[in-house]
């Protein structure tokens, strides 16, 4: 969700990921210069407040039905002591995450719990094909999943579901609420579910870019992208971010940012941030983690600067239409 990797095959998973930009937002691929956006329209509306948390979705039971409880504080506690139910395996994913029933008293809900932590040396990243970047050392763990939720929660982007640290049955992991009625956008594409808003998608695909340089997320993908029943964009599995490199992954694919966004990512605080994630990082991966962000916070003032902040800055558009797989 960095290096000396095959950059035009990262750019091509990117924008895979990133969609045909019909409205909006110009991408460009490898090799090619980054220039103004010139006949485009950058409709800036300010969000529209629904009176519920993320946009209009509720986290939800088994059921469906919305949970009592929707603070992130109130799920997490829910997360760490909800008794196990059942355990089963999930039938995607390379780090074997297994999905988890939790009850207490009455309430039951689904969890997402994963154990990957494994740690090898000079391994190619398996995400490419060909001879990608070379990294000295290369961690695929749960513990950068906790980690990213902390970041985005530190930016106020509420896109990566709550997650807390677990034992079950004896291993450590990560123990993330699921999020119901939800597809990927690997699954979208496969059913052919047209976007209704593409300008709306866009902008949301552009935090979710920014999110994936400021934290390295050398997995993005088109299964670890969610999109629930007011088509809002959720990040998942991101046991692959963080690392020592203070390299941006796609710098190319930032190009627009939400106002709101732009605001947190240069207050970003790194006495927080040393509070928030020093259980999860250590110093140096913090110390990167804030080189990129410097980083990011020049790439989009030269952006700014040369084409114009009407063009670069947007404010996030407001949910109005209903995915057609929601449940009734």
């Not at 469906?64 to 395996?89: M, Y």
């Not at 990512?265 to 250590?282: C, G, H, I, Q, V």
């Amino acid at each position: 969700m960095e290096r000396i990797l095959n950059f035009t095959r990262q750019m091509r998973m990117l924008l895979a990921v990133v969609g045909a930009m019909s409205v909006g937002f110009p991408l460009v691929s490898a090799g090619e210069e980054t220039q103004a956006p010139s006949q485009i329209e950058v409709v800036n509306t300010t969000s529209a407040s629904t009176g519920e948390r993320f946009e209009g979705y509720l986290f939800k039971d088994v059921d469906g039905q919305p949970l009592p409880f929707q603070s992130d504080q109130e799920i997490e506690s829910f997360l760490k002591s909800a008794e196990v139910e059942s355990i089963t395996k999930i039938p995607v994913g390379v780090t074997r995450p297994k999905k988890v029933l939790l009850i207490r008293e009455t309430l039951r809900l689904n969890a997402v719990f994963k154990y990957i932590d494994e740690e090898k040396q000079m391994v190619r990243d398996p995400t490419t094909t060909g001879r990608g970047k070379l990294y000295l050392k290369w961690r695929d763990s749960y513990i950068y999943d906790i980690a990213a939720y902390q970041v985005d929660r530190l930016m106020g982007l509420d896109r990566v579901p709550p997650i807390v640290l677990r034992k079950i049955k004896g291993k450590p992991g990560s123990l993330q609420i699921w999020v119901e009625d939800t597809i990927t956008e690997n699954m979208r594409r496969e059913e052919a579910f047209d976007l209704p808003e593409i300008a709306r998608f866009n902008q949301q695909r552009s935090t979710m870019i920014l999110f994936d340089n400021l934290v390295a997320n050398r997995d993005s993908n088109l299964g670890n992208t969610l999109i629930d029943g007011r088509w809002r964009l959720w990040f998942i599995d991101c046991s692959r971010c963080f690392g020592s490199s203070a390299d941006l992954l796609y710098p190319d694919a930032v190009t627009h940012c939400d106002r709101q966004v732009w605001d947190a990512l240069r207050k970003l605080d790194r006495s927080a941030a040393d509070e928030s994630l020093s259980p999860y990082l250590s110093r140096l991966e913090i110390d990167v983690l804030f080189k990129r962000r410097d980083k990011l916070v020049d790439l989009l003032q030269a952006r700014i600067d040369e084409w114009g902040e009407e063009l670069v800055l947007f404010d996030q558009r407001p949910p109005t239409e209903t995915a057609p797989w929601i449940r009734e």
